[in-house]
């Protein structure tokens, strides 16, 4: 026998942002039940393939109220993410290797191996770039730990 929730998916979601706020009124996550309902909606949204305008309005308001919430109650600590490790993460997330990092960087192809070896510093040039191209924080890459201390002003 189909639970609740397994009709649920089942039905058709409306098409327009107003008929979705009808449904489930966007409003501030409050605790875990909100959370996962939220969650849950956003879910069906993406399984549902081609949104249309009102659907994507409708999906990116509750990303924003979920990001929100997981922010200040599902936070990662990640503090002891060093940026070397934060690096090497990047590059395998995105295929990347040594040579790839260099090239990146617009540094001789030896120069990739000795920044994850740790054994050379990224400049601060080397940082912006890193920070643009990965879509993070700089600061992310400026740590006390790993060999990426503090970058050089070369």
Same mark, same amino acid.
């Given at each position: 026998?189909?639970?609740?929730?397994?009709?649920?998916a089942? &039905?058709?979601?409306?098409?327009?942002?107003?008929?979705? @706020?009808?449904?489930?009124? *966007?409003?501030?996550?409050?605790?875990? @039940?909100?959370?996962?309902?939220?969650?849950?909606?956003?879910?069906?949204?993406m399984?549902?393939?081609?949104?249309?305008?009102?659907q994507? =309005?409708?999906l990116?308001?509750?990303?924003?109220? @979920?990001?929100?919430?997981?922010?200040? !109650?599902?936070?990662?600590?990640? %503090?002891?993410?060093?940026? =070397?490790?934060?690096?090497?993460?990047?590059? %395998?997330?995105?295929?990347?290797?040594?040579?790839?990092?260099?090239?990146?960087?617009?540094?001789?192809?030896?120069?990739?191996?000795? =920044?994850?070896?740790?054994?050379?510093?990224? &400049?601060?040039? !080397?940082?912006?770039? =890193?920070? &643009?191209?990965?879509?993070? %924080?700089?600061?992310?890459?400026?740590?006390?730990?790993?060999?990426?201390?503090? *970058?050089?002003c070369?």
């Open positions: 026998m189909p639970t609740i929730k397994d009709r649920k089942r &039905t058709k979601l409306p098409r327009t942002f107003s008929a979705l @706020v009808r449904q489930m009124p *966007p409003r501030a996550i409050g605790d875990e @039940v909100d959370y996962g309902n939220t969650r849950e909606m956003i879910d069906r949204l399984a549902s393939g081609r949104l249309s305008p009102g994507s =309005l409708y990116e308001t509750l990303v924003q109220l @979920v990001q929100a919430y997981e922010a200040a !109650h599902h936070a990662i600590d990640t %503090s002891a993410v060093g940026g =070397l490790t934060a690096l090497e993460h990047l590059l %395998s997330e995105n295929n990347m290797t040594a040579a790839d990092l260099a090239r990146m960087l617009g540094v001789h192809p030896s120069m990739g191996s000795k =920044l994850l070896n740790g054994d050379r510093s990224l &400049t601060i040039d !080397h940082v912006k770039k =890193l920070a &643009t191209r990965f879509r993070v %924080s700089p600061a992310l890459f400026i740590d006390g730990e790993n060999g990426m201390s503090r *970058p050089s070369a």
